[in-house]
């Protein structure tokens, strides 16, 4: 009778175990940290991305500069060139000057010689007249009243000739004199041309550069715009990619616990069932094993067991693991890219080398993904992911288990041309420093 109360107490201890048993949940250690940790590489994101804006805005300004100086340079190139073409027009009035005087230098210069041939004569016939000649003979010949009238003539004529030869020689003079200042003028003008047009010159250099500056300034910031753009639509490719996997992932563990779940759930009641057969037709027969802790057989803690045990493994391995693949770390968590854009993750720069996976776990997607090139991501449970991208050949398949340091791959080259690797650490979507894990 007994043994009959003692079975039946254990029955309803079960019956009452299974109903009460609360769902089992395990939670990532240190779940706490791990999320501040990622909130605040999330902000150095954020503070990169704003220097990377920063930086945009420094090179818009400089290129509002630019537009400036070619404003100023063309403005100065105008009035370089208008003050060409006056000192132009100047030369050409000095010249048309300088033809005028030249011309009327050399009327003077035969009226002169006109004159001096006229002289000439005169002072030859005075030296003739020293002779007896025939005014020589009148003038003596003549009275008294005749003679001085005719000398006053004679006195008349050479003053006259003298004031006519005064006044050639000084419109000559006057004439040298303003053919010198003219081309003193010449010269002058000459001087401002060539400096005008090395001016010109000068300004047309700078403006052609400040052009040139301008233009490939706006080259660079269109460049500039347009990567940042597709690398923004890729990484929020990327991000929604990851988003999904970790909600396929989490649906799908949550399908296993609820049939893991369910199936315990049946084995107890079959438990109870049997136990209850058992003492109706065998009174004397002993109590059964006292079942697992938790209501689950030992079948099914070996089967979570494992996750678990990822799991919390992956958490404790931060600072241990090595990197996937050798080689020099080219590109760091947070910097500006000089292709546009930051780093997510990591970039290692190597030639094509094997790609190893960090941890073990799951791969969760292999395709290719524009802007990374062939993608491998791998689940390691409880919302870690790690994420290979440039690989120019894989050896995984999706669905596939991996082991630690399986390889997975070989590395290649990104589609913004960098030869190596782009590695990530995701966790619950959100990429975290991977410095912090590997070394």
Same mark, same amino acid.
Request: proline share 3%; aromatic share 2%.
């Given at each position: 009778m007994r043994t009959k109360f003692t079975v039946m107490a254990l029955a309803m201890c079960l019956v009452g175990g299974v109903q009460a048993a609360p769902e089992i949940q395990f939670?990532?250690?240190?779940?706490?940290?791990?999320?501040?940790?990622t909130d605040t590489q999330l902000k150095d994101v954020k503070q990169e991305l704003f220097a990377a804006q920063k930086s945009?805005?420094?090179?818009?300004?400089?290129?509002?500069?630019?537009?400036?100086?070619?404003?100023?340079?063309?403005?100065?190139?105008?009035?370089?060139?208008?003050?060409?073409?006056?000192?132009?027009?100047?030369?050409?009035?000095?010249?048309?000057?300088?033809?005028?005087l030249q011309q009327e230098l050399s009327r003077l210069q035969t009226e002169v010689a006109g004159t001096k041939a006229q002289v000439a004569r005169l002072l030859v016939n005075n030296y003739k007249n020293q002779q007896p000649s025939a005014i020589v003979l009148f003038l003596?010949?003549?009275?008294?009243?005749?003679?001085?009238?005719?000398?006053?003539?004679?006195?008349?004529?050479?003053?006259?000739?003298?004031k006519i030869l005064q006044q050639?020689?000084?419109?000559?003079?006057?004439?040298?004199?303003? *053919?010198?200042?003219?081309? &003193?003028?010449?010269? @002058?003008?000459?001087? $401002?041309? =060539?400096?005008?047009? !090395? #001016?010109?010159?000068?300004?047309?250099?700078?403006?052609?550069?400040?052009v040139s500056d301008s233009l490939k300034l706006t080259a660079e910031i269109d460049k500039q715009n347009n990567q940042i753009a597709h690398l923004r639509e890729d990484e929020r490719r990327l991000n929604a990619i990851l988003v999904q996997i970790a909600q396929q992932r989490a649906a799908k563990r949550k399908a *296993?616990?609820?049939?893991? &779940?369910?199936?315990? @759930?049946?084995?107890? $009641?079959? =438990?109870?069932?049997? !136990? #209850?057969?058992?003492?109706?037709?065998?009174?004397?027969?002993?109590?059964?094993?006292?079942?697992?802790?938790?209501?689950?057989?030992?079948?099914?803690?070996?089967?979570?067991?494992?996750?678990?045990?990822?799991?919390?493994?992956?958490?404790?391995?931060?600072?241990?693991?090595?990197?996937?693949?050798?080689g020099s770390i080219a590109g760091r968590f947070g910097q500006a890219r000089e292709s546009g854009g930051t780093w997510r993750g990591i970039f290692i720069a190597t030639t094509p080398a094997s790609v190893q996976s960090i941890a073990a776990g799951e791969v969760a997607y292999v395709a290719n993904l524009r802007g990374y090139g062939t993608t491998v991501v791998i689940d390691h449970g409880d919302g870690y992911m790690s994420v290979y991208s440039g690989l120019s050949g894989v050896s995984v398949g999706s669905g596939s288990q991996v082991a630690?340091?399986?390889?997975?791959?070989?590395?290649?080259?990104?589609s913004a041309g960098e030869q190596g690797l782009y590695f990530e650490i995701r966790y619950r979507s959100r990429a975290i420093n991977p410095l912090s894990w590997v070394r």
């Open positions: 939670a990532a250690p240190n779940e706490t940290a791990s999320e501040q940790k945009l805005n420094a090179k818009k300004a400089q290129h509002q500069r630019a537009k400036q100086v070619i404003s100023q340079t063309q403005i100065a190139l105008q009035q370089a060139k208008a003050e060409l073409a006056q000192l132009h027009q100047q030369q050409k009035i000095s010249w048309q000057k300088l033809q005028k003596q010949n003549a009275n008294a009243a005749d003679k001085s009238r005719y000398l006053q003539y004679s006195k008349y004529i050479n003053a006259a000739n003298d050639l020689a000084e419109q000559q003079a006057q004439l040298q004199n303003q *053919e010198q200042q003219i081309q &003193a003028e010449l010269q @002058k003008l000459q001087k $401002l041309m =060539a400096a005008a047009k !090395a #001016k010109v010159l000068s300004l047309g250099k700078s403006h052609q550069l400040a *296993e616990a609820a049939a893991r &779940a369910k199936a315990a @759930k049946e084995r107890a $009641l079959a =438990a109870q069932q049997a !136990a #209850k057969s058992q003492t109706k037709n065998n009174p004397s027969a002993p109590a059964p094993a006292r079942p697992p802790k938790g209501n689950l057989t030992a079948e099914d803690l070996a089967i979570s067991g494992g996750e678990v045990q990822n799991a919390r493994g992956f958490s404790r391995l931060q600072g241990t693991l090595r990197k996937p693949v050798s630690a340091r399986q390889s997975i791959g070989t590395s290649g080259t990104l």
